[in-house]
Nanobody
Framework: VQLQASGGGLVQAGGSLGLSCAAS????????GGWFRQAPGKEREFVAT????????YYADSVKGRFTISRDNAKSTVYLQMNRLKPEDTAVYYC?????????????????????WGQGTLVTVSS
């Protein structure tokens, strides 16, 4: 399975940006989707996760209320809509997928929880 993240770019503070993560290869619907980010000089950190069914989501406190994770299983794609962006949101954003047989499981916030990773897409927020 390969994950391809896209949608990064440069945006002014207060603006919005949408990221996509498309799965290809031996795709499967039964996976938890996640987004992480890594700012320069910092560890990769959890951003958001979504259950296989799409009905349950969980966010890092730093993005709660501003970011929305969603998915379209027919397209094998997970999305991250980012609104009211701040300069501290600047980072390389990585999508990830965790194999699961649980349609409602969603609380996976550790990097080691995930089985597959995308290549990352850079988001830069200017002040």
């Amino acid at each position: 399975v390969q994950l391809q993240a896209s949608g990064g770019g440069l945006v002014q503070a207060g603006g919005s940006l949408g990221l996509s993560c498309a799965a290809s290869g031996r795709t499967f619907v039964t996976y938890v989707g996640g987004w992480f980010r890594q700012a320069p000089g910092k560890e990769r950190e959890f951003v958001a996760t979504i259950s296989w069914s799409g009905g349950r989501t969980y966010y890092a406190d730093s993005v709660k209320g501003r970011f929305t994770i969603s998915r379209d299983n027919a397209k094998s794609t997970v999305y991250l809509q980012m609104n009211r962006l701040k300069p501290e949101d600047t980072a390389v954003y990585y999508c990830a997928a965790k194999r699961t047989y649980d349609s409602v499981g969603y609380y996976y916030t550790a990097r080691t929880d995930y089985d597959y990773w995308g290549q990352g897409t850079l988001v830069t927020v200017s002040s």
